[in-house]
């Protein structure tokens, strides 16, 4: 089991998702973007590391 977390600029948790160990990053970071905006619609930016890339990567 990974977990997956959004956190603010002060490292406070937003928004925690759950995976399969075997599921790639990239995969779930649509579900982690999707929660972390339903939740939190205020926010207009998410960064990650590059084991998030993928098709929401926008440069």
């Keep these: 089991m990974k977990r ?14 759950t995976s ?4 790639h990053d ?3 970071a649509i579900g982690l973007a999707i ?5 939190h619609p205020a ?3 998410l960064k990650a590391d590059n084991g998030y890339r993928g098709p929401l990567v926008k440069t």
Excluded: E, Y
């Excluded at 600029?9 to 998702?17: D, M, R, Y």
């Excluded at 399969?20 to 599921?23: G, I, S």
């Design 43 to 45: 926010i207009s930016m």
């Design 20 to 23: 399969r160990a075997n599921a």
């Design 26 to 28: 990239s995969k779930v």
């Design 35 to 39: 929660d972390t905006v339903c939740k």
């Design 4 to 17: 997956h977390l959004a956190v603010d600029s002060n490292g406070f948790p937003l928004s925690i998702v």
